[in-house]
């Protein structure tokens, strides 16, 4: 009967801790650094280029963006997070080409994650453009 209370309480110890882990990792992917080397629109709102911090909240693949510049919240829009196939090379702000001002942002890439952050409908006149 030893062996069973002590298997069990190895069980309980390694429950815990996968739990945490995985919580820590999802609590620490909902903020991230992004660098835009030109304008871009977000949601109607023109970003001047600069460093920014995006942080997103939500459990789905649907969540709410929010860029901030130091402390101000300067947009907000809601965004899907997309697994990607590989990796990602480099940290990168996907970009929509408009006929007239700035380019819309599209998408946020991190580098070396396999997650990205899509905002509205995918379309060919994407283009990626580094932020680093």
Known sequence: MKFARVSVSIWKSLV??????LASS???ATKANLQL???VTVN???LKAGDYVVQWEGDGPNVELSILQGKNLVAKAPAHV??????AADDAAVTRKNDSGPNSLAGIRFQ??????ELGE??????AGSSK
């Open 122 to 127: 995918a379309s060919d006149g994407m283009q």
């Open 26 to 28: 999802a609590f620490a």
């Open 16 to 21: 815990l801790g996968l739990a945490l882990m």
């Open 37 to 39: 080397s030109h304008p």
């Open 112 to 117: 070396g994650k396999r997650l990205s952050l």
């Open 44 to 46: 109607g709102t023109t």
């Open 82 to 87: 997309v697994e990607l196939g590989t990796p």
